[in-house]
């Protein structure tokens, strides 16, 4: 966001705190609330002063200033949650930028017609060729095509979507690369996934969140008992003899009622899910980001997550007396028509490492792989058959192999799988020659992440096809708590149902269609926006990027939302005693002489420090609206820590700075009276 | 050092050290393990059968609550005639007492059945024998039993894993007497008993005074009343002067038994908090919280009356220390111990009177009722002391990024929303209670010599103590109050009730919401409560949240009498 673009946001910021001074919007917060209606109170005193004067509706111009600073301190309040929203919708408006009108080419009946994308509905079939720009989101009925998602997920590479698949589904805004689909509209306009994100995100839709409900009510209960305080002291003042003034004593009530936190609860609300917006990831609800930082446990795919793609063949171990050279021959014709990752990382580490390419010979005949025979590879027109799979497999058919070559081409396989690496063996008419080892690769800096994980409290779960042992190996190396290994989509379900049944919180991120039911299950599911509808209908987040690590910063994000919160809660609470300190002498100065000596500030006169601690109190809030936007930094140092740390700074703090940010208002106050 | 200040710190040592024991006994107790007790089983027994009660069905939080509620309705309708009808039973009544001015009966009923014991009337001149023993030595038991029951539910609620029962309030109750709270006083009956506290029912007695002339000295069964009056924190005294009458109070050894039985069960009931749900480290946290302020307040109501009377040093006395209203027998440190001991725990009996204390010892006075969870009362102060914890649970939850729990139960809007009722029901009661009176006495001149016999801030803490006394069910008097108006009984006697039992009935809601839910295991990221941060957030939000209200009185009342001397 640009300087202008902030500039923009701020006047019309400061309209909308006007707008929301509205009763009907303000009781919704009722700290702030009652600051408005102690406002009204005293613009009716500061009117009725003007014609009659007594001690306790106080002088004009004294009244004046008090009613003009309690106006501030509601619109700042105001203020604040007002640029939260602004920022929110700057956020959105970025994205809905792709989502322009474009030109659609509607097919009704087999006939194409070019119309508007704004007048798409449900259930409309529409074409796209290369080049063509996506008018609305959909699924893909027919074809298949490449298509650049970068305008929603800063991606570069090209994706491929393809009807019928898991990968059928393509979002308004993003461009077709080559090839020609039939996609069938899968919203009316404006009622989309993304639009219904944003208008959530925008803060139109926006609830509460439960733990906003609870502050809420807390700081209410807070606000209730500083009204009876300050009631109740004027019949106790009267019972003394004492005058009091009314100006007073609203300033007394505006000061002690935790107005910091209640001007800024709800724009650290929406700041947390700008946040989620700003990292990609849209937050169906405010409740989803704030479950986020109460994870207990992280279900994370081993693939694309831990490690970095699929298994790579990395090294060829020949059997004793067969050439290098000839096993690697034979385990690039035995993977040429192998079109999985591993079969094309066997040509590739070739090509890479021994600098050799081969091509099949014309009729020569490809084995696919089936469950049957467990082997893939290739016949040769000169009658070579070549092989590969799993050990076991290879050693059962490789009936020609002597003892000891298979005890040492054994041997080799246990080591690798020992090393979480997984063995290909390679045979030549029923003759073993040698293994590939195919490994994978964990992502660099990924146990940092999970160490990290691990301080906050959040147990990591790998869930892969591997096979245990392997398993095991890699999510030792990388650092996870746990795996499950040969998972099925239902052993996910069943291991996030296990979990929730000890009271624990399971967070998921998931792509599939057969992974919605698990997404749906799990208390924050974020599905990639690369999945399928069904897992985005099912989650509760979605990520842009579709990048399966956000589940980290997903975390982070909550955590730093509940602690925002909490820690302007008790910095705005532990700000009372200062301002007690300030206020009670001021009030009874002139009749009890003896209370002066709780002024520890030493303030210049009694409307100077009553004077100075409404302005701090107005002043703070958009002291801390940076704070609120930002949020306070989640440091992961342990719980203890983290609340010994935070009791300092925002506790402690709390009651020190207003005495000396009190006592510098009053030094420039003094001045003018 | 001083041996005023060595017997202080004896004697709150020599309490923990009792507690420790008794605690683990008590939760044996509530859990019906063997215990040396159980010769009482058949008299319990019969008591249920007469009551029709089934003692080992567990109840959930309302049926509990019910039950509680209509058995205390009971005891306060049958204290209310007994009272109001005195002059009708033949027996016990050997000075002829008449019967009771009905808005002084509805509030003695009232303060014995809420555990306050607030007094209104003068023991020796107005209750029979027979009122003593069986209506207010009576309740004293049942009323101390109600609270200890009442903890026990909220132990069992949070010991449930995902369970609505919570025990059953009438075996707790019967077993609390029973088993806890008889055999103590039986124990401390017979100290007194020993050291000269009489028990007998003979009318008032002719003695000849030292100077030679006849005095008519009042006596009776007193020694069984000063012992449930000490031990469950009712404070009732047989007599007017309470534990400052030798009677009640004979020597330095009584008040250390005395003084030791006000602290000894709120006490214990902290470590049967622990020795019950297994959480001792927490329960030594929360001793250990309540210990810091209590010793912070005994230090200060100390220092305060040692360095005296400025008015005396000024007039040139060699001891400054402010003895008036005080016993010599004890002198100024016992008695300030005493003082916060008393109105820490919701006791309410004095061996001092506090109305004489210097103005910031009664100003700690007030600050332990407005806490009124130092220890506090039998079961009661517990259970305050909980909803202190919740609040403070739910701010040092959001300080490190977890939506808040509480001994891995989430704590959400519900059990913060009774919460934060309960948190404003005492500054409201008091605040607003003293606001009338002093609005009244403001306007009406009459009113304000009847009542109040020292102007000026003084007067104020003086109506201010009789409403926190009141709320705080505590029951000791700043006394110098003209109390015994329809005024002050009845307004008195709405306070009492409403501060006794919405204060069981909130938290227990809470608990009874708490102990259905799912226990969220602990992890790394968890809120550990047994840290120094932690009682740090506790002792602040207990701090801020019950003596902040407060301030500006404060500022009016002690503070400004203070500073004015």
């Keep these: ?146 298509i650049d998602e970068s305008a929603i997920t800063g991606e570069s590479a090209p994706v491929i979507r393809e009807a019928g698949s898991d990968q059928n589904t393509v979002i308004g805004g993003t461009r077709v690369l080559s090839d020609r689909i039939v996609i069938s509209v899968s919203s009316n306009p404006g009622e989309s996934f993304l639009d219904k994100m944003i208008a959530l995100v925008e803060g139109a839709n926006r609830q509460k969140t439960p733990n906003e409900i609870a502050l809420t009510i807390l700081l209410a209960a ?140 014309r009729s020569s005949r490809f084995i696919d792989f089936s469950a049957e025979t467990r082997m893939s590879g290739i016949d040769l027109p000169d009658g070579t058959s070549i092989r590969k799979g799993a050990w076991d497999t290879i050693k059962k058919w490789s009936v020609k192999s002597s003892t000891s070559d298979l005890d040492f081409l054994e041997e080799e396989v246990t080591k690798i799988a020992g090393k979480g690496g997984t063995p290909l063996a390679v045979s030549v008419n ?39 042992l392997t398993a095991k190996f890699i999510a030792e190396l990388a650092g996870v708590d746990d795996f499950i290994a040969e998972a099925k989509p239902e052993d996910k379900m069943n291991y996030i149902k296990n979990e929730q049944k000890e009271g624990k919180l399971v967070a998921m991120m998931g792509d599939g269609t057969n992974d919605a039911p698990a997404l749906a299950q799990a208390d924050v599911g974020v599905a990639m926006n690369s999945g399928t509808q069904a897992a985005k209908e099912a989650a509760n987040m979605v990520d842009l990027d579709s990048d399966p690590t956000k589940l980290l910063e997903v975390v982070e994000i909550g955590k730093q939302l509940l602690i925002t919160r909490g820690n302007i809660t008790t910095f705005s609470i532990a700000n009372d005693v200062a301002k007690y300190f300030a206020i009670v002498p001021a009030l009874f100065a002139a009749s009890i002489p003896g209370l002066a000596a709780l002024d520890l500030m030493g303030l210049s006169s009694p409307e100077s420090a009553i004077l100075s601690a409404v302005i701090f109190n107005a002043l703070i809030i958009p002291a801390l609206i940076p704070l609120a936007l930002k949020g306070s930094k989640y440091r992961p140092i342990g719980a203890s820590a983290l609340l010994s740390r935070n009791l300092l700074i925002y506790g402690l703090g709390g009651v020190i700075l207003p005495f000396i940010g009190i006592k510098a208002i009053d030094l420039v106050v003094s001045l003018f009276i | 050092m001083n041996t005023e200040i060595l017997g202080v710190i004896f004697i709150f040592l020599l309490s923990l050290l009792l507690a420790w024991p008794l605690g683990k006994y008590m939760v044996k107790v509530f859990k019906g393990e063997r215990v040396w007790t159980d010769f009482m089983g058949p008299l319990e027994k019969l008591i249920f059968k007469i009551a029709g009660a089934n003692p080992d069905q567990s109840l959930n939080w309302k049926e509990n609550m019910k039950a509680l509620i209509v058995i205390n309705i009971g005891f306060f309708i049958l204290a209310f005639l007994f009272l109001a009808l005195q002059s009708l039973h033949p027996f016990w009544n050997p000075n002829g007492f008449g019967n009771w001015e009905p808005t002084l009966a509805f509030n003695t009923a009232v303060s014995f059945t809420t555990n306050t014991n607030l007094q209104h009337y003068s023991g020796e001149s107005g209750a029979s024998y027979y009122t003593q023993l069986l209506v207010f030595c009576w309740l004293q038991f049942v009323s101390a039993g109600t609270g200890i029951a009442a903890c026990a539910l909220l132990f069992q609620g949070l010991k449930n894993k995902a369970s609505e029962g919570l025990g059953n309030f009438f075996n707790l109750l019967v077993k609390s007497c029973t088993r806890i709270l008889l055999p103590l006083s039986i124990i401390l009956a017979i100290i007194l008993m020993v050291n000269g506290t009489p028990t007998n029912f003979e009318g008032l007695q002719e003695v000849e005074t030292l100077e030679g002339g006849t005095q008519l000295v009042a006596a009776g069964p007193a020694a069984p009343m000063v012992a449930i009056k000490q031990l469950g924190t009712n404070g009732g005294g047989f007599f007017g002067p309470n534990s400052t009458h030798p009677f009640e109070n004979p020597n330095y050894l009584t008040n250390i038994a005395e003084n030791v039985a006000i602290l000894l069960i709120p006490m ?53 220390t402010n003895l008036e209203g005080k016993e010599l027998r004890f002198g100024a440190a016992a008695s300030s111990l005493w003082g916060v001991s008393t109105t820490a725990t919701s006791n309410g009996s004095v061996n001092s009177m506090h109305d004489s204390h210097t103005p910031l010892s009664g100003g700690i006075f007030l600050l332990d009722m407005f806490i009124n969870a130092i220890y506090g009362g039998v079961g009661v102060g517990f259970i305050n002391f909980f909803v202190f914890v919740i609040v403070a649970v739910f701010i040092a939850g959001l300080m490190i990024g977890r939506t808040p729990e509480f001994m891995g139960k989430k704590i959400e809007a519900r059990e913060v929303k009774i919460a934060a009722l309960i948190i404003i029901l005492h500054p409201f009661l008091i605040l607003t209670g003293t606001a009338i009176s002093s609005y009244l006495a403001a306007t009406d001149q009459s009113l304000a010599s009847e009542w109040i016999h020292n102007p000026g801030y003084h007067g104020l803490s003086e109506m201010l103590y009789e409403f926190t006394s009141s709320s705080a069910n505590n029951g000791s008097g700043f006394e110098g109050l003209g109390d015994d108006t329809p005024f002050w009984n009845i307004m008195n006697g709405i306070v009492m009730l409403l501060g006794r039992f919405l204060p069981i009935i909130g938290p227990l809601a809470i608990i009874g919401s708490l102990a259905i839910k799912k226990r969220v295991p602990e992890s790394a990221g968890s809120l550990q409560l047994e840290t120094p941060a932690f009682a740090a957030v506790l002792i602040s939000v207990i701090l801020i949240v019950a003596a902040l209200a407060f301030f500006p009185v404060m500022a009016l009342g002690p503070i400004a009498e203070f500073f004015s001397f």
């Design chain 2, 268 to 320: 214990a009931l902290v470590f049967a908090f622990g020795f019950y749900t297994g959480r001792k480290k927490l329960a030594l946290l929360f001793i250990g919280v309540m210990s810091v302020l209590f010793v912070a307040f005994v230090a200060v109501s100390i220092s305060q009356e040692m360095n005296g009377n400025p008015e005396f040093t000024k007039l040139g006395l060699s001891d400054p």
């Design chain 1, 222 to 361: 807070f606000t209730l008992v500083f009204l009876i305080v300050t009631v109740t002291l004027k019949p106790f003042a009267d019972f003394l003899n004492v005058s009091l003034s009314l100006a007073a004593l609203v300033s007394l009530f505006v000061c002690l009622i935790p107005t910091t936190i209640g001007g800024l609860l709800s724009a650290i609300g929406i700041a947390g899910m700008d946040r989620a917006l700003k990292a990609n990831i849209i937050a169906k609800s405010g409740k989803a980001v704030e479950t986020a930082g109460d994870i207990d446990v992280l279900l994370l795919d081993k693939t694309g997550t831990i490690t970095i793609g699929n298994r790579k063949a990395t090294a060829f171990i020949n059997a004793p007396g067969v050439p290098m050279e000839d096993l690697v021959k034979a385990s690039v014709l035995g993977s040429l028509a192998d079109t999985t990752p591993e079969g094309k990382s066997v040509v590739e580490l070739a090509r890479k490492k021994e600098n050799a390419t081969y091509e099949a010979p």
């Design chain 1, 1 to 146: 966001m640009n300087n202008k673009n902030n500039q923009v946001n701020t006047s019309q910021a400061f309209k909308e705190a006007f707008i929301k001074l509205n009763p009907s919007y303000m009781i919704k917060n009722p700290v702030m609330f009652t600051v408005e209606l102690g406002t009204l109170i005293m613009l009716v005193v500061t009117i009725v002063s003007m014609v009659s004067q007594n001690d306790f509706l106080g002088n004009f111009g004294y009244n004046l200033t008090i009613t003009l600073l309690l106006f501030l301190t509601v619109l700042l309040g105001n203020f604040a949650e007002a640029i939260a929203e602004a920022r929110g919708k700057a956020q959105a408006d970025t994205l809905r930028k792709t989502r322009q009108d474009t030109p659609a080419r509607l097919l009704t009946n087999g006939k194409e017609e070019v119309v508007s994308s704004a007048s798409l509905k449900k259930g409309d079939l529409f074409v796209c060729e290369a080049n063509d720009i996506i008018p609305a989101d959909g699924e893909i009925v027919e074809g298949l095509a490449s």
């Design chain 1, 430 to 468: 029923e003759l073993a020659i040698g293994v590939i080892q195919l490994e994978d690769i964990i992502k660099p800096g990924i146990q940092q992440r999970f160490a990290r994980l691990r301080k906050m409290g959040v147990k990591t779960v790998m869930v892969t096809g591997d096979n245990p």
